[in-house]
């Protein structure tokens, strides 16, 4: 992300979004609004005093509402550009019209609360769609409890917890009473593979879990991991040896089965209702936590950003592809890459990637531009 | 000389019917083995004469006449029964004789409202001694049923003989309840509130079978005698927790009915007297179902507006002593009509829904009573019906469109209309102190999506503290019984289960919204002698009525 936003070719717009595309392949004008940092952009040297001494205090999004952070902040810690945000919504001086303690404390005299949003215009020959997806609400398979129940996460908050630079330091701290949890359970498919949600395979999960499980095996040898499955779709070289790694050499429990309802017991652990399908028996399992595999669901957005590039969606709400073109939408000159267009794992999304780059550059540099296969415009 | 003594006899014949004003009344008598059998070969024996109208079962003790035993003689074209049995005392199994006097007076009562007359049912205490006796009562029993004139007629008994049954349509049953799109993944027997107290019930385990014994052996045989098919609740929690969209409980259904021709029935509660009682008032006696509608009460039969009351005055005798007042349900519903300026009518020729009918897989039974239901909406030209029950509203509102395509009739349950109506300020309530928390019947929850009316109805009595117990809506647990199929030892541990969360929350009084989590619930927590009050919703609302 540095190297790209330090290339003296590209330019980023973050903090940004798109309001309008008009023109055709070779020859497009995008107007992109620059939403307000209430921050001087070249003034600011990214010390973060100013973020130390907000008295501010609103959940993370980052970090999935398991932290806080101030209303003067970084969007994590590895964020580009390095130049902190304040949010408008949280932020006393913004709302109440009181407080300015960041203009105070900063030294290059960087704040700027009178700051608006700019539109900026760009005319670019070629469009790559990149906007990423979203992980499933899981609250809204109310069977699981997710929201309701402290002990029961989803798999990005796990990430959070297990990550040495989250919340907990890395310790997988229930977030009910604060101590460690031993007992560790992953229930898969929760709002994928599903009618009522969303009828498609999220293709991540199987394989995350397991490397998941493997962490908190690693992490705390005396924990028991339980992973609940519907089928192991554990297909790419190399990731079925790695599945039966966890099984044989950490000893993660794989129990086929899909988990029917969570429910929280007296001391606040959540309990299992499941079918062990091997052993044709309905049983329950109380664990310490439990870490539900969100599905990948099209990111918030995605309809209206379609809409104005003028592409088409799948029935799942992810950009349409061809299979025979994957990177290519149905209008000439714009790309798909990643998991805007459908559940994607970091290498194959990468791969996806290049390809779209080089699709892209075929149109800005039209001698070398074929015709491709498939649905064009 | 063959042919010259048969002629005469055929004349005799004719000479015998010719005279057909004297009506022969069909007469089947109980007696038991200890005291009034002995009592029958008194009379017998000292050549004591009594009408051979009177056809004698033995039975071992009176206590073992089951309800069931009555009411299909009745259907069969008995048109009287009575059950003899020893002195209260004499009972050679100590308090057989006293369970018997308990079951007549609630059989009575039902058969009374059924429009079967009082005097067709008659237990009389006969001992070994009294061959005079036994004569006695069967002669002027006869004469009585005599005056009394026949119970059904003829045709009455003949239309309920039944076709050859029709072999079902696989392909039509894959299709409208998805079986075949199984993933196997068991998130219905995990969720299966059966499956957590019986571990032979499996809804996954079921359908499988299913498949391997139909295209194995192009037979489901097998599976259709396994208990399994009778022990689903049809509570749904499967159709709801499946990801591939299978409707199961449709699926059971449909196993049930084809299980029904091959003679399986499963094991009915109450043995079985619920459904024949359901099946009774297909036969189209003049009922007495309205003695309840009091004269502070104001209905009118000319109203466009019916009041649907379901089968509670049949429960109200049968579930009395389990603290249940299903009744109430329906005065109460009454009043509260009344006070939204509802005078609706209720119609003395309603019958049954036969919601529980087509649960359990006899969807003949269903039609007939559904036949019959709509025949009187047109009759009576009503527009709008208004139901209290739960699974009266679910089989009018879904059920009747299915099977029959004309139902032109808007229909409302309660809580909808309360609902509305409060949110509109038309319903005064007052205040009502207490802790109270609410039971999800699955006919309005899981079938039919209506979670938020009966909360908003409730908490708009001032004052009211509604406590939500650990699984509800959705995720609600089943009363035990739907259609009075399977009460077994499971079902009271899930309703123990049931009972145990609404005590967690700390509530005094659960709220019901369906007779049967009332009775179902009521039974099981006199069983637990827990402290905790069921009770219908409906009472709540009449109370903070009455402060407003």
Known sequence: ????????????????????????????????????????????????????????????????????????????????????????????????????????????????????????????????????????DASLATEYGFGRIKNVLSSLQYERLISASGPSGGHLNKPSDGKPAHKIAYVLCVGSRDITSNNYCSALCCMYAAKDAMLAREHDAGSESFV????????????????????????????????????EDHSGNPVMWYEDTKQRRAKTLTADMVILANAIVPAFGTDKLAAMLGIELDKFGFIATNSFSPTDTNRDGIFVAGCVGGPRDIAEAVAHASAAAARAAETVTREAAVPAIGNRG | MSTVTKQPRKAEKAEEKAPATVFEPSILAFACNWCSYAGADLAGVSRLQYPPNVKLIRVMCSGRVS???????????????????????????????????????????????????????????????????????????????????????????????????????????????????????????????M?????????????????????????????????????????????????????????????????????????????????????????????????????????????????????????????????????????????????????????????????????????????KLAALNLENIQKTGV?????????????????????????????????QLLDEKIKKGELKLGRLEGKFTFQDPCRLGRLLAIYDEPRRVLKSVKGLDLQCMEEIRKESICCGSTHWVSCSSYTKQLQKYRLGQAVDTGASTLLTACPKCQIHLSCAAKDLKTKMKIQDYTEIIVQAMEQA
């Not at chain 2, 429960?315 to 009395?320: A, D, G």
């Not at chain 2, 527009?383 to 808007?410: A, D, G, M, N, W």
Request: with cysteine.
């Open chain 1, 1 to 136: 992300m540095a190297a790209c936003s330090d290339h003296p070719n590209i330019e980023c717009l973050t903090y940004s979004a798109v309001r309008e595309v008009s023109g055709n392949a070779g020859d497009f004008t995008v107007t992109v609004a620059k939403r307000p940092r209430y921050i001087n952009e070249s003034l600011c040297t990214g010390c973060g005093e100013c973020t130390e001494k907000c008295p501010g205090k609103v959940p993370d999004e980052f970090n999935l509402g398991l932290a806080k952070r101030k209303s003067i902040f970084f969007h994590f810690a590895q964020a580009v550009p390095r130049i902190p945000v304040i949010d408008p919504t949280a932020c006393l001086m913004l709302t109440k019209g009181k407080c300015g303690v960041c203009q105070k404390k900063c030294g290059a005299g960087a704040i700027d609360f009178k700051q608006t949003e700019q539109l900026v215009k760009a005319r670019v020959g070629t469009i790559v769609v990149a906007t990423g997806f979203d992980i499933y």
């Open chain 1, 228 to 263: 609940f499955y519907t089928d192991t779709r554990c297909s790419g070289k190399g990731f079925w040896q790695y599945f039966e790694k966890a099984r044989s050499e950490y000893g993660v429990n794989f129990i086929r089965g899909r988990v029917s309802r969570i429910t």
């Open chain 2, 67 to 193: 309800p069931i035993f009555v009411l299909e003689a009745f259907k069969k074209g008995a048109d009287g029964v009575i059950i003899t049995g020893c002195h209260i005392g004499d009972c050679h199994y100590q308090d057989g004789n006293v369970k018997a006097e308990t079951m007549f007076k609630k059989l009575a009562e039902v058969l009374r409202v059924l429009g079967v007359e009082p005097e067709r049912l008659r237990l009389e205490w006969i001992s070994a001694s009294e061959g005079q006796r036994f004569a006695t009562i069967m002669t002027e029993f006869t004469e009585k049923v005599r005056k009394l004139g026949p119970l059904l007629s003829p045709e009455q008994i003949k239309a309920q003989e039944t076709g050859p049954a029709e072999s079902s349509d696989l392909k039509e049953l894959v299709r409208e309840t998805g079986v075949y799109q199984c993933i196997e993944c068991g998130k219905c027997t995990g969720g299966c509130l």
């Open chain 2, 195 to 367: 499956a957590r107290f019986n571990p032979q019930v499996s809804p996954r385990l079921a359908m499988k079978n299913f498949f391997v014994s139909y295209f194995s052996h192009k037979q489901p045989l097998k599976l259709l005698s396994m208990d399994e098919v009778w022990y689903c609740l049809t509570c749904e929690t499967c159709h709801y927790h499946c990801p591939a969209g299978v409707d199961f409980a449709k699926f059971i259904v449909w196993l049930r009915s084809e299980a029904i021709k091959l003679g399986k029935t499963g094991t009915p509660t109450h043995g079985g007297v619920m459904h024949a009682m359901m099946e009774f008032q297909a036969l189209g006696l003049k009922q007495n179902r309205l003695d309840w509608v009091d004269s502070s009460a104001q209905v009118d039969e000319k109203s466009d507006t019916m009041y649907y009351v379901g089968c509670l005055p049949y429960f109200e005798p049968i579930f009395t002593e389990t603290g249940a007042h299903p009744l109430a349900m329906a005065r109460n519903t009454l009043k509260i009509l009344n006070a939204l300026g509802i005078k609706p009518s209720v119609y003395e020729g309603e019958v049954c829904c036969g919601h529980d009918l087509y649960w359990t897989g006899n969807i003949e039974g269903f039609k």
């Open chain 2, 383 to 415: 527009k709008r019906i208004i139901f209290s029950c739960p699974e009266c509203f679910y089989t009018y509102k879904i059920l009747y469109p299915q099977f029959f395509k004309t139902v032109e009739v808007e229909t409302v349950h309660m809580m």
